[in-house]
């Protein structure tokens, strides 16, 4: 019997990451071992974490792992079914309830991530014959959402509230929505909401913040940037400064309602495992109080001391970027600052525009004045 020829099928991924490497952007997962405080174990190397969006140091903190091991032990770790099903439950209840509170909407619906919020909320509310006005800079699951809901999608230069209206008086469409973070991921630098809202809302276009960043870290009582915008809809996630898992889309009790009927990663998901639940919602709490006004002031403070010590002006929120512009000193950088016992990691293409890879610096209220003083040390060679 002759054989059948050989087909390569999947032989070209080789040569994809040999190109990815020859690129310096082949990623590599990193395992850390544990985590004290503000270091972590990575590889058998203690080192100081500048690499988390754990922004307050509620990840680390035994309120939410107890309150977590509390829910557990009564409802079980999984949800065990999409919370159309079965797996809604009171934790449920009481942390959208919670976070619609906080951020001063009348209703939320929790998401398994963010990226499961954005690529839910937006395809809820936009379809062919829409427009979607997009912020050049928007994170990939803002992104992906606009292209899975196969409006028309405009793209407009970052932050740029004139060119965002020419756009909008030059598109129709059936309906219309502004897309933008509220503090942009890579960049940390704000979003003008203010007018961004006014614009939108005078060409008849409803806004999506997507406020993840800002969330625990601004705004009045740590709520955020959006809640005080007229934003028509916020999201939110739970795995930075409230220090657990999940996200949220926060808006309008009829939104609330329509993302149970047409957001598919809800849907079509099992829900969030009860102890993630159950620490958000001691996150949240935290975050709300006095301990969380404390953590901010600490943040506060330390962004202070590292723009300081860098020679920058100041500004707002965690992120800090070290612009470098080519790939390989990017590495190279991160690299180095590893020897040095910090973990700050590289930020390239495609997650960066070309020729804008940096170091991305992330701050939290658990780091020590030492730390963010010998991390400035550090840091000085590359900043320019």
Not at 209 to 226: Q, R
Request: charged share 20%.
């Amino acid at each position: 019997m002759r054989s059948s020829p050989r087909v390569p099928r999947l032989d070209f991924i080789a040569g994809e990451l040999a190109d990815l490497e020859a690129r310096d952007r082949r990623r590599r997962v990193r395992v850390v071992e544990s985590r004290r405080g503000a270091e972590v174990v990575v590889d058998g190397q203690t080192l100081v974490n500048f690499a988390s969006n754990d922004y307050l140091g509620l990840a680390v903190d035994p309120r939410l792992a107890a309150a977590a091991a509390q829910a557990e032990a009564t409802l079980g770790v999984g949800a065990g079914a999409s919370r159309l099903i079965s797996g809604h439950t009171g934790v449920t209840a009481a942390l959208e309830s919670a976070i619609a509170a906080w951020v001063r909407r009348p209703a939320c619906r929790l998401f398994n991530s963010g990226y499961a919020a954005n690529t839910g909320l937006i395809p809820s509310l936009a379809s062919s014959g829409d427009v979607i006005f997009s912020d050049d800079r928007n994170h990939a699951s803002l992104i992906d959402g606009c292209r899975l809901s196969r409006a028309t999608i405009e793209v407009y230069r970052h932050n740029d509230v004139d060119d965002l209206r020419r756009r909008m008086a030059a598109r129709s469409g059936r309906r219309r929505f502004v897309v933008t973070e509220s503090l942009f991921s890579m960049d940390g630098d704000p979003a003008p909401l203010e007018e961004i809202v006014a614009v939108a809302h005078a060409g008849e276009a409803a806004v999506i913040v997507d406020d993840a960043h800002a969330l625990g870290v601004l705004g009045e009582g740590g709520a955020g940037l959006a809640p005080s915008s007229q934003a028509d809809v916020i999201v939110g996630t739970l795995g930075k400064s409230v220090g657990s898992a999940g996200a949220f889309v926060a808006g309008s009790v009829g939104l609330a309602d329509l993302l149970w009927n047409r957001a598919r990663p809800l849907v079509f998901s099992t829900g969030m495992t009860i102890g993630a639940q159950a620490a958000a919602l001691a996150g949240v709490e935290i975050a709300r109080g006095a301990d969380g006004a404390r953590r901010r002031a600490m943040l506060t403070e330390l962004r202070a001391q590292l723009m300081r010590g860098l020679g920058l002006a100041d500004g707002l929120g965690a992120i800090v970027p070290v612009m470098l512009g080519a790939d390989a000193a990017a590495v190279a950088a991160s690299t180095a600052l590893e020897r040095g016992g910090f973990w700050v990691p590289a930020i390239r293409p495609p997650t960066v525009a070309e020729g804008t890879a940096r170091l991305r610096v992330t701050l939290s209220a658990i780091h020590s004045s030492a730390q963010v003083r010998a991390l400035v040390e550090a840091l000085r060679p590359y900043v320019r």
